[in-house]
């Protein structure tokens, strides 16, 4: 059997050899080539945007933060300064273990569980910083004590901050306010104004009062420094510096003497005090009693101190001045007489029989004077000096209620003042249109009755009252209500003054002005319902007291006040200016369940200007409620 032999076809292995050569060599080629055109791509047409990536890795641009403007009072004492401290920040995306960490660190140095809260609630509050402080004022031990076992925490350092301090504490929190931790919020805010950049490090912004108020004046401008790092992130040299500039300080126009005079003179009673200087408008004191002491806020104030703050019974958080509304009582008689005179309802010499009591046509109903069966025969002179309740019962029937709104809001009432720092409100000059839209009812001729001795709807401000007294001393004059009377630029040294603001002047005649402040002065002399205060002063001064109802009495009842709760008893208030012929200041006193405004305002006042033009210091006031009620 012949088996045949398969022989190989060593030419067709070779062309196909060939063929496979090509392809794989195709193959290289396209592979160097698409190589060749990516390097063209990185090292050609990317190149400047690579490059600055790789600068990006070893130079870094770091914030230098300025320090924050100073706060003066107008004689060079320091209300707001800066020191030095260190503290201890972690950033949280840098260490694994928080909480463990943490507990670590407690064994180096004192890390009480306040201080593990307050970290917590700025890691909740604050998402978007790198850096958070969990300790702050360490001492040099504790400093020194971290540095040593430096290396047990990545993500953790030590920083030297420039921290806010208050030295007047609760002396004048509610001017001064405080700074606070930049929330995600503030960022957002900053953002959209366009400030963002210049905040690039800060911690902190102005929360209330003038830190508020003047953020941008006080913060100042960021600086910038480039400096080159090494692979493991240690600086290595500066390349580029930008300094940053401090804040501007500011030059307030509060008298810090006459504040602490007028604190003392409050003794412990609870109240508010505002007082202007009524050529200008530049406020001299401004107190609103009890405050708060505003360091507690600065890195997040504690759970504790803020309950005792937010919970307590005398609202230490309250502007007083600015945010408490009360009903002006007799002091607004003056703008009412005002009103009468001006607008040709009362003459001088017209004059009412006051039996004790008002009442309108066809009704029953008694609106009773202060004092049991009157006053007798009253014009508008004894009115003002004995603040007869009678007169003004039948001036305010007489106006009607558009006249009061129209002629006395010009005075300032229901309206801000304008003043410089935030938070204010507008009180309340009751109208027809207002008590339609706030209860759908119609107005009532009673409405307009009580509204005429600054009862019923009626309720103003400490910082309006003042405002109003500003353009009774001031013939009509109004500025603009103001805090900053200088700002000194830190980066060249020049002092610039706050120019005058004036607002408006009224149009009132002459000798009604004349007429109705005649009468206050005769307030404050013997048989004036602050004869009291007024007693052997060595300037003449103008005023007017007033009784703020806090409840109502029923008819028939009378007011004792020793039967009724402390805090629903009245409010004593008192406004004034001095010296009578060419007023300096203009103020208000407001003493929250203090009484009558002759017997415990009105002393107060005294003792403030006593202390304003003879230097004399206050002996405080002494809690004690008046027991009938009296204006």
């Not at 870094?60 to 320090?67: Q, R």
């Not at 012929?581 to 208000?588: F, Q, V, Y």
């Not at 929250?592 to 403030?608: D, H, L, Y």
Request: with cysteine; aromatic share 10%; glycine share 8%.
């Amino acid at each position: 059997m012949n088996y045949g032999v398969e022989l190989r076809n060593h030419l067709h292995e070779l062309r196909h050899f060939h063929i496979r050569l090509a392809i794989a060599a195709g193959f290289v080629v396209l592979l160097f080539c698409l190589l060749l055109a990516r390097f063209f791509y990185l090292q050609v047409l990317r190149s400047e945007h690579y490059t600055t990536l790789a600068e990006a890795n070893r130079i870094s641009i770091m914030p230098l933060v300025p320090n924050r403007g100073l706060i003066f009072d107008r004689n060079g004492e320091i209300l707001a300064q800066n020191h030095t401290t260190y503290a201890l920040e972690i950033v949280p995306n840098q260490v694994p273990n928080l909480e463990s960490t943490i507990d670590e660190l407690a064994t180096v140095i004192e890390i009480s569980p306040e201080d593990r809260r307050r970290f917590n609630k700025l890691r909740r509050e604050s998402t978007r910083f790198r850096s958070l402080p969990i300790r702050t004022r360490l001492s040099d031990v504790e400093v020194a004590s971290f540095a040593v076992n430096r290396y047990r925490f990545p993500g953790m350092e030590i920083k030297a901050r420039l921290l806010r301090h208050y030295p007047h504490a609760e002396l004048l929190s509610h001017v001064i306010g405080y700074i606070g931790r930049i929330s995600d919020k503030d960022l957002e805010q900053l953002e959209s104004n366009n400030e963002l950049e210049n905040y690039r490090g800060s911690l902190h912004i102005g929360r209330i009062g003038i830190e508020q108020s003047y953020e941008k004046e006080l913060h100042g401008i960021t600086g910038f420094e480039q400096v080159e790092t090494d692979a493991a992130g240690r600086l290595v040299r500066t390349l580029s510096h930008t300094p940053p500039v401090a804040g501007n300080d500011l030059i307030l126009s509060l008298d810090l003497k006459l504040q602490q005079a007028a604190e003392r003179a409050f003794g412990d009673y609870r109240g508010a005090l505002v007082a202007m200087d009524p050529r200008n408008g530049e406020i001299l004191a401004f107190v609103s009693k009890p405050g708060f002491d505003p360091n507690l806020f600065i890195d997040g104030i504690d759970h504790v101190n803020w309950r005792l703050l937010n919970e307590s019974i005398d609202k230490p958080l309250n502007n007083r001045a600015l945010r408490g509304i009360y009903p002006p009582g007799s002091t607004f008689k003056p703008f009412m007489a005002l009103a009468g005179l001006e607008l040709g309802k009362r003459t001088a010499d017209y004059s009412i029989n006051d039996p004790g009591y008002f009442s309108l046509p066809g009704s029953s109903h008694r609106f009773r004077d202060w004092r049991p069966g009157g006053h007798g025969r009253v014009n508008l002179h004894k009115s003002l000096v004995i603040s007869c309740d009678t007169y003004y019962y039948t001036l305010a029937n007489d106006l009607g209620i558009n006249n009061i709104f129209s002629f006395i809001g010009q005075f300032g009432f229901g309206r801000k003042t304008e003043i410089d720092i935030p938070g204010e409100v507008t009180g309340l000059l009751p109208s027809p249109d207002w008590k339609k839209k706030r209860f759908n009812q119609n107005w009532f001729p009673g409405d307009t009755i009580s509204v005429g001795i600054g009862q019923g709807y009626n309720l103003a401000t400490p910082a309006q009252l003042t405002f109003a007294t500003m353009l009774l001393a001031n013939n009509g004059v109004a500025y603009r209500p103001h805090f900053v009377k200088q700002t000194q630029d830190n980066e060249t040294g020049r002092l610039y003054e706050n120019k005058l603001s004036q607002m408006y002047t009224l149009n009132l005649k002459k000798e009604n002005l004349i007429r109705v402040r005649n009468a206050l002065v005769d307030v404050t002399r013997p048989g004036g319902t602050a004869a009291r205060a007024g007693a052997n002063a060595a300037y003449t001064f103008a005023g007017k007291t007033g009784t703020s109802q806090v409840i109502n009495i029923k008819q028939g009842e009378r007011y004792v006040a020793s039967k009724i709760q402390e805090r629903h008893r009245d409010h004593a208030l008192f406004i004034a200016y001095a010296p009578a012929e060419d007023p300096k200041i203009a103020l208000t006193i407001l003493v929250e369940n203090g009484g009558s405004g002759g017997s415990t305002a009105a002393p107060i006042a005294r003792q403030v200007l006593d202390y304003f033009f003879l230097g004399k210091t206050p002996e405080p006031m002494l809690t004690e409620k008046a027991n009938n009620r009296s204006h």
